[in-house]
C-alpha cells in the first residue's frame, strides 16, 4: 500500500525545515502546496524533495487541501498542517491500519500546545482530527474552512496521538486570529447574517461569554494556567472580532483610517 502525505502552508519555512524529512521517512510521497509565501517555504520543501506547487491563497484553506489531495497517486492519503508533528509509533500504526483494510479512514487525537505548554483541558485535549483515508473516500465540501472531510463508508480510531503547535508566541497568535476571523465574517455575511440590535447581543456579549465560561470553568481551562487562561479567553473574543468585521464590511466604513508617520 502506497501512503501519499499533504500539506499546505504559508510562511511556514521554520516548521516545515523540522517537519518535512519526518514525513518523507514514512509517505511514499509528500505533496506540498505553497500559498503565496512571502519566505523560503517552496523553496524548503523543493530542497528536501517533495512534490512542490504554487497556489493562490485563498481564504478557505481547504480549497488548496484538495488541490493537494488531487495531486497524490497514493493508495491512502494522511493530510498533515505544517505546525503538527509526528512520532514513530504513530507512523507505525497508520502503516498497519493501510495493511489492515478494516476502514476507509480513521481519526486521531491530538495534543494542542499554546506557546510550549501542552492544553490538557478547556475542551482542547483529545481535539479528535480526521485526516487518514483511503484515496476516492474522501473530500471537502470547501465552504467552510473548519469544515470535516465527507468520508463514504466506515471511521476507525488510531491509538496514538499526534501534537499541533499552532501558536509559538502571542505575536503569531493575533496574526492566525486576524486572517480566521476575516474568513468566518464573510461566513456569517453568506450565511444572511446582518447587524441588528439582536446580533449586537447576541456575538458581541452573549456568544463571548459563555464561549470563556464553558472553556475556562465548565471545560476545567483553569487548571492549564495562563495558557489556559488566554485560550479561553481569545475562544469568546474572536466571535466578537468576526462580528465587528461583519458589522465593518456590511456599513462600508474602515473603523480606523490608516496612517504612516514616523
Known amino acids: 500500500m502506497k501512503l501519499s502525505i499533504t500539506c499546505i502552508g504559508h510562511n511556514e519555512a521554520y516548521h516545515l525545515e523540522e517537519l518535512l524529512p519526518e514525513l518523507l521517512k514514512w509517505g511514499d510521497e509528500v505533496i506540498y502546496v505553497d500559498c503565496e509565501s512571502d519566505d523560503n517555504s517552496f523553496e524548503v520543501a523543493e530542497r528536501l524533495g517533495c512534490k512542490a506547487y504554487r497556489r493562490p491563497n485563498n481564504m478557505n484553506l481547504n480549497v488548496n487541501k ?25 507512523m507505525k500504526e497508520v502503516r498497519q491500519k493501510m495493511e489492515q483494510e478494516e476502514h476507509v479512514a480513521y481519526k486521531l487525537k491530538r495534543k494542542n500546545h499554546f506557546f510550549g505548554h501542552w492544553l490538557k483541558y478547556g475542551g482542547q485535549f483529545p481535539d479528535t482530527q480526521l485526516r487518514i483515508f483511503k484515496k476516492g473516500k474522501g473530500q471537502f465540501p470547501n465552504q467552510h474552512v473548519h469544515e470535516s472531510l465527507k468520508i463514504d463508508g466506515s471511521v476507525g480510531y488510531l491509538e496514538n496521538t499526534m501534537s499541533h503547535y499552532p501558536y509559538l508566541t502571542i505575536s503569531q497568535f493575533l496574526k492566525k486570529m486576524d486572517f480566521y476571523s476575516s474568513f468566518e465574517a464573510d461566513f456569517l455575511y453568506k450565511k444572511g447574517v446582518r447587524p441588528s440590535l439582536a446580533n449586537h447581543f447576541k456575538y458581541l456579549f452573549w456568544k463571548p461569554k459563555m464561549r ?3 472553556r475556562y470553568f465548565l471545560k476545567g481551562g483553569f487548571r492549564d494556567g495562563i495558557p489556559g487562561f488566554f485560550a479561553a479567553l481569545f475562544d469568546g473574543i474572536g466571535w466578537s472580532l468576526r462580528y465587528l468585521k461583519l458589522w465593518e464590511k456590511c456599513s462600508g466604513k474602515v473603523l480606523v483610517k490608516e496612517t504612516h508617520s514616523k
Open 66 to 90: 484538495s488541490f493537494a489531495m488531487d495531486q497524490t497517486t497514493g493508495d491512502w492519503i494522511f493530510y498533515v498542517d505544517p505546525d503538527e508533528r509526528f512520532d514513530e509509533s504513530l
Open 212 to 214: 470563556f465560561f464553558r
